[in-house]
């Protein structure tokens, strides 16, 4: 991979690491934004990288993104371990972006319980059935869209479902680029690198009336994923007032690895009509 997220470019800020995001970071709401699923990956990063232990892994991240996250400009990103224990951490993590004073202040955060592994291979068990193989799936040739270079540029995206169809929607991922230039991603790098996407993917909504926006994500990971590739299975469901709850399955090509669910912001678009 040549591409990446985010360009590392100073390791030593007083501020915390210092990074630079590139245009695949670029939101499909507003290029101003960044998209979600970068954002939440270099949060996880930063909190496997605190206080590394090889005997614990994260089990549960939630993120909330506190506005748009600038996509020009500085961010800073730091981690500090809320809770030592010898079986179970709490770690918590911070971007910052300049404010309208020119001051950093943060972003978005994340909170994520780190547990220690034990082997529990003769109870492992996934009550979600997978979706279908990759091989019946297609492309729906989102980067030809009229849109200039942005997060979906960095995605093989395919659907298993029709957009807005009756039921759960399905589809499998994989970024195609690095998070950060020149690292190898993390397995849990590249399951927040788009776990975002459940909320697009389980919407029944038309976004040429509609905007749905997520304030955060909260992952259950009971396996870490294998392979490249990230399965999805999300649907939205919607209130009377403006507000949005999507819920989702996470798998690999072996099976189911965790669960989501996200917060979302319904609006009519100016104009619209149902």
Avoid at 1 to 6: A, F, G, I, K, P
Avoid at 165 to 179: A, C, F, N, T, Y
Wanted: proline letters at 6%; a negative charge; one cysteine or more.
């Amino acid at each position: 991979m040549t591409d990446s997220y985010y360009e590392l470019i100073d390791d030593a800020d007083a501020h915390g690491e210092r990074f630079r995001a590139t245009d695949l970071t670029r939101g499909t709401w507003s290029a101003a934004i960044q998209h979600g699923g970068p954002v939440s990956a270099l949060l996880v990063r930063a909190m496997e990288r605190c206080e590394h232990r090889d005997d614990t892994r994260l089990s549960r991240v939630v993120i909330d993104l506190l506005g748009g996250v600038p996509a020009d400009g500085d961010l800073w990103v730091g981690a500090q371990l809320q809770r030592a224990g010898k079986q179970i951490e709490l770690v918590g993590a911070e971007m910052l972006a300049p404010g309208p004073d020119g001051e950093p202040r943060a972003v978005a955060r994340a909170t994520g319980w780190r547990f220690q592994g034990q082997d529990t291979t003769a109870v492992a068990h996934a009550a979600a059935p997978p979706p279908r193989p990759r091989s019946e799936a297609r492309d729906r040739n989102l980067k030809a869209k009229d849109w200039d270079r942005n997060y979906v540029h960095s995605l093989d995206w395919l659907w298993l479902t029709e957009p807005m169809s009756g039921g759960p929607g399905e589809s499998w991922i994989r970024p195609q680029v690095d998070l950060v230039k020149g690292e190898a991603m993390t397995p849990l790098e590249r399951l927040f690198a788009v776990a975002d996407c459940a909320n697009g993917i389980g919407s029944k909504l038309n976004i040429r009336k509609w905007t749905f926006l997520n304030t955060d994500l909260a992952v259950h990971v009971f396996r870490v994923p294998e392979g490249e590739w990230i399965g999805f299975r999300a649907e939205t469901s919607y209130g009377p007032d403006g507000v949005g709850t999507t819920i989702g399955t996470l798998f690999d090509e072996r099976g189911a690895v965790g669960a989501i669910q996200q917060s979302v912001l319904v609006r009519r678009r100016p104009g619209a009509t149902s």
